[in-house]
């Protein structure tokens, strides 16, 4: 098991990556962000985006499944988030996109009432040519390890 | 329609309410959040949640349903976001609450290149308790009023 004291400073992960297609585009947006240019390919069209875009949280939520997937792989105790400090959707997501996360430890500190630790990384969602589609930094728990004095 | 133009700082909006259930919880994390205490009820009990939690991006994805439904009530010319500078996960969301969405305007500022303005705003979502669940600082685009000098 991966516990909070296992995060160092400047430890970067690959996320692995997915495919982006049209379908899923209109499902995710038709659900949630139903704009036209997320929702209608002739409207995005004659939207400042020429085109259809996935909604910014479609790379979210995308990105998020990466880290579970990810999380998983490395067996390590993650236990929910607090929240981000920043999201900056950088460039629009298209179908035909293949998207590839990549996660960096930016700060660590301890819990000072709970058996839980914080990591403070940044994430990014790079496009098949090396674009930085979006950069997050978000913060997420993970446990101590058992024993770790609180 | 609403343009930039017509955004005034402390403006604020009610972004009307939905309902979370447990089959719509565990539908969106299944799929993109597949973290334990969001998608197994019985493992959840065991979490420091102490019971199922909606993912925090599902939180996100209902908060834009809400603002995109709200824009379209008022006819606003919304074109995308260039991202958040800010999101908190406050308290956790569970099966049977209802969430109802509110935004106030912090700031309005051009674009110096293209014919779309900037609008920063706090979107809150609060639970039938009157608790603050989610905050959000986020920026929306919209486009300028025709005729506008850019």
Same mark, same amino acid.
Request: charged share 25%.
């Given at each position: 098991?991966?516990?909070?004291?296992?995060?160092?400073?400047?430890? /970067?992960?690959?996320? $692995? %990556?997915?495919?982006?297609?049209?379908?899923?585009? #209109?499902?995710?947006? @038709?659900?949630? *962000?139903?704009?036209?240019?997320?929702?209608?390919?002739?409207?995005?069209?004659?939207?400042?985006?020429?085109?259809?875009?996935?909604?910014?949280?479609?790379?979210?939520?995308?990105?998020?499944?990466?880290?579970?997937?990810?999380?998983?792989?490395?067996? /390590?105790?993650?236990? $929910? %988030?607090?929240?981000?400090?920043?999201?900056?959707? #950088?460039?629009?997501? @298209?179908?035909? *996109?293949?998207?590839?996360?990549?996660?960096?430890?930016?700060?660590?500190?301890?819990?000072?009432?709970?058996?839980?630790?914080?990591?403070?990384?940044?994430?990014?969602?790079?496009?098949?040519?090396?674009?930085?589609?979006?950069?997050?930094?978000?913060?997420?728990?993970?446990?101590?390890?058992?024993?770790?004095?609180?």
């Amino acid at each position: 098991m991966k516990y909070w004291e296992d995060f160092k400073i400047g430890e /970067a992960t690959d996320l $692995g %990556s997915c495919a982006i297609t049209e379908e899923e585009i #209109l499902a995710f947006a @038709r659900k949630y *962000d139903p704009q036209p240019f997320h929702t209608d390919p002739e409207a995005a069209r004659q939207s400042i985006f020429g085109g259809l875009v996935a909604s910014g949280w479609y790379t979210c939520a995308l990105m998020m499944r990466l880290s579970v997937e990810a999380a998983r792989r490395e067996d /390590a105790a993650a236990t $929910g %988030s607090p929240g981000l400090d920043s999201c900056r959707w #950088l460039r629009p997501v @298209r179908p035909g *996109d293949v998207l590839a996360g990549r996660t960096d430890v930016l700060e660590t500190w301890p819990s000072k009432t709970r058996p839980i630790g914080f990591v403070r990384h940044r994430v990014e969602m790079v496009n098949q040519r090396g674009e930085v589609v979006m950069a997050i930094v978000g913060i997420t728990m993970y446990q101590r390890r058992p024993g770790a004095a609180v």
